[in-house]
């Protein structure tokens, strides 16, 4: 038996990965523990971040979009008032706001398995589970997870489509 070397795990943080995560971020990338989405070419899109930094900071936002096309569609979004629609429909929408709740619950146990931090308990991120704050945040979480698990993470995606998708490099 031998064990999987980390270069064929997807998720593993290279040095390369690093020096990409600078360069779309514009600083060092902080608490980095996995990339949790890669575009197509490789670089990443979405990384998995701890949920404390290394400084001591409380850090609730675990899937964190870093690809600057995707960050950019995301705030094209948000500057054409989706999230406020969005907002107003988990208000009527059961089915919508059940299936809202479970990202919201997805969001929490994959940040558990990081550890535990006080002050950030039950605290997802985005708005979830009953507001919409933060589409970047959506489309994180929806690329890190896959389809089925973030309904408006997946509709943000697929309302940008025209202008970012993660099966297209557009580095
Ligand atoms: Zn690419």
New binding site residues.
């Given amino acids: 038996m031998t064990s999987t070397p980390a270069t064929d795990d997807p998720t593993a943080v290279t040095a390369h990965d690093l020096e990409v995560l600078a360069e779309q971020l514009g600083r060092e990338p902080r608490g980095v523990v996995g990339i949790a989405a890669?575009?197509?070419?490789?670089?990443p899109l979405v990384v998995r971040t701890a949920p404390r930094l290394p400084d001591g900071t409380p850090f609730p936002t675990t899937y964190y979009l870093t690809?600057p096309g995707a960050v950019a569609a995301a705030s094209r979004l948000e500057a054409d008032g989706v999230m406020k629609e969005m907002s107003d429909r988990l208000t009527q929408d059961e089915e919508l706001a059940a299936a809202y709740g479970r990202a919201h619950e997805h969001y929490l146990a994959r940040r558990a398995e990081l550890g535990s931090v006080e002050e950030i308990e039950g605290i997802s991120a985005g708005g979830m589970p009953t507001r919409v704050k933060c589409l970047h945040v959506l489309m994180g979480h929806a690329l890190a997870a896959g389809p089925g698990v973030n309904p408006l993470g997946d509709e943000a995606l697929e309302r940008v489509r025209d202008q970012w998708r993660p099966d297209r490099?557009?580095?």
């Fill in positions: 890669r575009c197509v070419c490789g670089r690809h490099c557009s580095c």
